[in-house]
């Protein structure tokens, strides 16, 4: 069925008709009114106050540009002497600032007919005399002026035709600015351009700036409802009403972006991939800006913007030294440079900061052309995405009509690549996801093309691999297939959440039962639920009560680790020490670097030195960073302990310290 | 131990023997709960017999007026806040610390007939009675003596320890007892019977404990933790 979406407008607000655009403008309404009725409050005595607005691609200038356009219009006081004049996005052919003016006289003479039948001709008379750049702003205002009117010039991408003017043109427009009553000028510019024109800035001062922010909430739930079709209102009322999340989700992905949260939407929507398309589309327009954004920047730059889009989530400062290996202290005088190009933006997270790629936007961009093959992030958005807005049902239902479709041979290579992808990481039945592949991979091989060898492993095939890397290992092997896999299917989940629990990785596993919790909504076995109390620190009454009415054994680790949080502490050191023979025993390997930690936080620094010591476990040579933390804490009783860490593990050691700190609280009863 | 429990029995005996029992009433007293240390030795049942009486600090009235007497009887005077200030700073109030007290006002005022006893003096009196070692050094030896090395030095650090922070966790006291390879058991017991002896408390919160004399932790501060 082919559907008359809102996509086709979305990046030509222009094209669509009147009504219709009307209707769906919902929200800066208020950005509209305060600019509206500044122009219908101005009179004749003061000049005109101009205005720039300010956004990013896609947030809704050219949109509130084709507003002023369309309600001066319309406007029975207005409309008498005002007339809008809007120019085409893109306004190659200014190139000095006659031209500019005689593009508005050639409006004039095409919109206008009946009154400015010939102003471009009467201008072109002039065009031999010598001082027609000077002139030629005044023989254009004086036949306005004749007329009794005046002009409200609407310029998309107003700083690029700034930034083609030379410095006399500027001036000369400038003086134009201060002093006629005749022109106002209402621009649009992705400020992300600013500093580029430095040399222009001056001219900002004579615009008044209107900045256009993301959406926030409940916009953005206005503004899902203004462009969805009737009969997805119904739909649409729903997710706002009982699934607000999912409306969060959606507007953390596209920045809150208008036109990126339409896009996105429209792909969820259109199983054809018709919304597809149109994102390919925009992402190749979007190309050479993008291209010059990344090559204007020096290449320490480009490495930061590099690690931080390709990773899609904000970031740490300390990840991204880790990721670039540039040094810490450089890195936060580039990233302040980054945010002040508008590239990057940070939030505070306590004492840090997390950055990350300003215009989402962007980083789609970024990660479908730079992503790395079979790499998650890649289709990261869409994963996301999917995530937030499909139950695991409904994410198998889709990907069954999806195979369907690849089967039918009705859709393009990239979106079959890019859809099977992001589907298979949201995370699917083991069958699906075989089948999903197996019908991708088949068509593009029979078309030849380049994303057959693309597609990512099926979770079939991840899982046998962490099970044989475990039989001819450890469990830890298995686990880091499986986490490296970035997969999201109850299965992977499951398997994952075992292995932790095999190897005493608490903290880590709670991620993944909580995972099968609340994702899959499927139940856990005791060991996996203790532990999930365990991690969150909530629940040990509950925990407590599991283990003592537990039929089957609960692990040793387990149990130390949960009569540790409840202080009984002779059972606890009794569990944990029948745990450590176990494992020499059966030579297992285990983390208990979060037993150790914990205990440490529990004040029992006695305790811990001698487990650590026991010399039948060599505890201490394994976790040298809690020993030496450990022997930070007693340093009055052991000064000469410390001397003797190395300093590759003072990092380490602070960690943990942190840590401990941490726990006091998160596990005080 | 074996003569401990002798006499225990041979007690016990003459208690129970209708000829004595008739005619002899028998009071122990003292100030290391007997219970906490016979059940060390395993012998609390030969003493079952016997009915504990707590003698409990006075409170806050009768040590009130059982002060005033006492200043009427060293003739010296107090005002009625002064005496408040006395018994909050006393704040556990068993007699002896009340008489200590009263006993260093009245050397004040000998030294100086024309001084008028106000809350500074209390402050003065109560340094100088801190002075006299014999009045607490009892405090400590008895522990050294009723508990082994490591023992002793486990509730030392412990004594130690609240009289510098003012209190102390219980999962500290489990820390510092793995210190002196005792298990949680063992410790509990030691903390009872310091708990029992009158050393220390955790009457406001189960897990804290803190002295109940604050003019003992301020001796021990001085005289046996520094």
């Known amino acids: 069925m082919l559907q008359t979406s809102y996509a086709r407008f979305k990046y030509t607000p222009d094209e669509m008709g009147e009504d219709q655009f009307l209707e769906r403008f919902v929200v800066r309404e208020e950005l509209f009114n305060d600019i509206f009725e500044d122009i219908k409050s101005s009179n004749d005595s003061n000049t005109n106050q101009h205005y720039i607005i300010i956004g990013q691609r896609g ?253 899609w989530d904000g970031m740490l400062t300390k990840e991204i030294v880790k990721k670039t290996r540039i040094e810490s202290k450089l890195i936060s005088a580039q990233l302040k440079k980054l945010e002040k190009y508008e590239i990057v933006e940070s939030e505070s997270i306590g004492k840090n900061k997390i950055y990350k790629i300003k215009e989402r936007f962007f980083n789609i961009w970024y990660l479908m052309r730079f992503g790395r093959k079979k790499d998650r992030k890649r289709v990261e958005w869409l994963v996301r995405f999917l995530e937030a807005w499909c139950t695991d049902k409904e994410l198998e239902e889709r990907a069954v009509k999806f195979i369907g479709k690849i089967k039918e041979g009705e859709l393009k290579p990239h979106y079959i690549y890019n859809m099977a992808e992001a589907l298979s990481y949201a995370g699917l039945d083991l069958d699906i996801d075989i089948s999903l592949k197996k019908e991708a991979k088949n068509f593009l091989e029979s078309i030849n093309s380049q994303y057959a060898n693309e597609l990512s492993s099926t979770d079939a095939e991840i899982l046998i691999n962490a099970i044989q890397a475990t039989d001819n290992g450890t469990p830890n092997d298995g686990l880091n297939i499986l986490i490296k896999s970035d997969r999201n299917s109850f299965i992977i989940n499951t398997q994952i959440s075992n292995y932790c629990l095999k190897v005493g990785k608490f903290i880590l596993a709670e991620k993944y039962i909580k995972k099968i919790l609340e994702k899959h909504k499927m139940e856990v076995n005791t060991d996996q639920y203790i532990v999930y109390y365990l991690a969150i620190a909530k629940g040990l009454v509950r925990a407590k009560q599991m283990i003592s009415d537990s039929i089957d054994d609960v692990n040793n680790l387990i149990q130390a680790s949960v009569s540790l949080w409840n202080e009984e502490f002779s059972l606890s050191y009794e569990k944990f020490i029948e745990h450590l023979d176990r494992k020499n025993h059966l030579k297992l390997e285990d983390n208990e670097d979060f037993y150790l930690t914990m205990l440490i936080s529990k004040g029992q620094h006695y305790q811990a030195k001698k487990f650590l010591e026991m010399p039948e476990y060599q505890l201490k040579e394994r976790y040298k960073p809690i020993w030496y933390a450990l022997m930070t804490l007693m340093q009055d009783e052991f000064p000469h302990e410390i001397k003797k860490m190395g300093s590759e593990l003072s990092e380490s050691v602070d960690e943990v310290l942190k840590e401990i700190e941490i726990y006091k609280e998160k596990y005080a009863i | 131990m074996k003569h401990a429990n002798s006499l225990l029995k041979a007690h016990r ?91 260093e006002l009245k050397i004040l005022s000998r030294e100086d007939s024309e001084i008028q006893l106000d809350n500074d003096s209390i402050d003065t009196a109560i ?89 003992l932790r301020q001796w021990w501060n001085k005289n046996v933790a520094n």
């Open chain 1, 59 to 311: 947030q809704g200038k050219t949109t509130l540009l084709r507003k002023l356009q369309i309600e001066v219009k319309n406007d029975k006081e207005l409309s008498k002497f005002l007339l809008p004049v809007k120019f085409a996005e893109e306004q190659y052919q200014i190139r000095s600032l006659c031209r500019l003016w005689e593009e508005v006289a050639e409006y004039l003479q095409t919109i206008y007919e009946d009154e400015f039948s010939t102003i471009l001709d009467d201008m072109e008379e002039h065009f031999d005399d010598e001082d027609y750049d000077l002139q030629c702003f005044s023989y254009l205002e004086s036949v306005i002026k004749a007329k009794g009117k005046k002009l409200i010039l609407l310029i998309d991408n107003v700083d690029e035709l700034i930034g083609k003017l030379n410095e006399k043109e500027q001036r000369r427009l400038r003086e134009i600015l201060i002093s006629s009553t005749t022109f106002r000028i209402v621009g649009g510019s992705t400020k992300m351009l600013e500093h580029h024109h430095d040399y222009s800035k001056a001219f900002y001062e004579y615009f008044k700036i209107i900045k256009l922010k993301s959406l926030n909430a409940k916009e953005s739930k206005e503004f899902l409802l203004s462009i969805a079709r009737d009969e997805q209102k119904e739909q649409i009322k729903n997710v706002i009403e009982n699934s607000p999340a999912r409306i969060e989700t959606l507007r953390r992905i596209t920045g809150g972006v208008p036109r990126t949260l339409v896009m996105l939407f429209d792909i969820f929507l259109d199983e054809n991939g018709n919304a597809f398309d149109d994102l390919l589309k925009i992402l190749d327009e979007a190309t050479p800006l993008y291209k010059h954004r990344m090559d204007d920047l020096p290449p320490a730059l480009q490495e930061i913007v590099h690690t931080i889009a390709i990773n």
């Open chain 2, 13 to 103: 005996t003459l208690r129970q023997n209708p000829k004595v029992s008739d005619k002899v009433s028998f009071i122990y007293a003292g100030s290391i709960g007997l219970e906490s240390v016979v059940s060390k030795i395993n012998s609390i049942k030969i003493i079952n017999d016997l009915n504990s009486i707590k003698v409990l600090p006075l409170p806050k009235s009768e040590a009130y007026k059982f002060t005033v007497q006492l200043c009427l009887g060293v003739k010296i005077k107090l005002e009625e806040d002064v005496i408040n200030y006395l018994l909050e700073k006393i704040e556990w109030l068993i007699l002896f610390y009340i008489q200590l007290l009263v006993q």
């Open chain 2, 127 to 215: 340094n100088k009675a801190l002075e006299h070692r014999s009045y607490f050094e009892s405090w400590q030896t008895k522990l050294k003596e009723s508990f082994s090395k490591e023992e002793y030095l486990f509730v030392k650090e412990i004594l130690n320890i609240i009289s510098e922070d003012n209190i102390i966790e219980s999962s500290q006291i489990i820390n510092i007892a793995t210190k002196y390879s005792l298990d949680e058991d063992e410790a509990k017991d030691m903390i009872r019977t310091l708990i029992y002896d009158g050393y220390i408390n955790n009457n406001e919160n189960a897990k804290i404990y803190r002295y109940n004399s604050p003019i």
